[in-house]
């Protein structure tokens, strides 16, 4: 290795790690709630997509799906995956209106900031001290781009307190129902409906 950085390893690489979001358990349990909700035709935003599975899953129900994520590494996987995606911060990049349905499985991981790398995955990981860091800010802005009868459905664990996350959203003028959840080992996954009242 010469003294060129580009030479240099990511440092997703050097702790053996993926650079973007993989599945896992919540992805399915989100990409499984929201597909049995769409049907075809339906505009549908998967925000945060990574790999681009949920809008995927959705695609494949029929559904003109894409996916828009911060991380040009996401985009890439996410269009070599055949996902149309947009490389964009929350719901910024698009029209108002637009969305039957918005699924978001944000980072939601509580974690103090003196723990965080600051690396790709870590921004796709790391929810901040109460696992809101972008679930706030998703709920201040998606009810712009829900249709009328539009949804956004939003994957959260227990550990990021899903019931201050529903007051939170009815102070923003979101009605909120809990439509989903499973056990895991240390949380519960939580799939919450919010709609504009």
Same mark, same amino acid.
């Given at each position: 290795?010469?003294?060129?950085?580009?030479?240099?390893?990511?440092?997703?690489?050097?702790?053996?790690?993926?650079?973007?979001?993989?599945?896992?358990?919540? &992805?399915? +349990?989100?990409? @499984?709630? =929201?597909? /049995?909700?769409?049907? %075809?035709?339906? #505009?549908?935003?998967? *925000?945060?997509?990574?790999?681009?599975?949920?809008?995927?899953?959705?695609?494949?129900?029929?559904?003109?799906?894409?996916?828009?994520?911060? &991380?040009? +590494?996401?985009? @890439?996987? =996410?269009? /070599?995956?055949?996902? %149309?995606?947009? #490389?964009?911060?929350? *719901?910024?990049?698009?029209?108002?209106?637009?969305?039957?349905?918005?699924?978001?499985?944000?980072?939601?991981?509580?974690?103090?900031?003196?723990?965080?790398?600051?690396?790709?995955?870590?921004?796709?990981?790391?929810?901040?001290?109460?696992?809101?860091?972008? *679930?706030?800010?998703?709920?201040?802005?998606?009810?712009?781009?829900?249709?009328?009868?539009?949804?956004?459905?939003?994957?959260?664990?227990?550990?990021?307190?899903?019931?201050?996350?529903?007051?939170?959203?009815?102070?923003?003028?979101?009605?909120?129902?809990?439509?989903?959840?499973?056990?895991?080992?240390?949380?519960?996954?939580?799939?919450?409906?919010?709609?504009?009242?």
């Amino acid at each position: 290795m010469g003294d060129d950085p580009t030479d240099r390893p990511a440092l997703a690489d050097q702790r053996d790690v993926e650079s973007v979001y993989q599945p896992a358990e919540d &992805s399915d +349990l989100l990409a @499984r709630t =929201a597909r /049995d909700r769409v049907t %075809p035709g339906d #505009r549908v935003l998967d *925000v945060g997509t990574g790999s681009g599975y949920v809008a995927a899953v959705l695609a494949d129900a029929g559904a003109d799906a894409v996916g828009v994520d911060v &991380s040009p +590494l996401a985009c @890439r996987q =996410a269009a /070599d995956n055949g996902v %149309p995606v947009v #490389r964009g911060d929350l *719901v910024s990049p698009f029209r108002d209106g637009v969305f039957d349905l918005v699924a978001f499985n944000p980072p939601y991981l509580p974690t103090p900031a003196e723990r965080e790398w600051d690396d790709w995955m870590e921004h796709a990981l790391s929810g901040g001290e109460d696992g809101r860091r972008l *679930v706030d800010p998703f709920l201040d802005s998606v009810g712009r781009v829900l249709s009328p009868d539009g949804e956004a459905l939003v994957l959260v664990s227990s550990l990021t307190g899903p019931d201050a996350i529903r007051e939170y959203a009815s102070e923003r003028g979101l009605e909120s129902v809990r439509l989903a959840s499973e056990k895991h080992p240390y949380e519960e996954l939580v799939v919450l409906r919010f709609a504009i009242e």
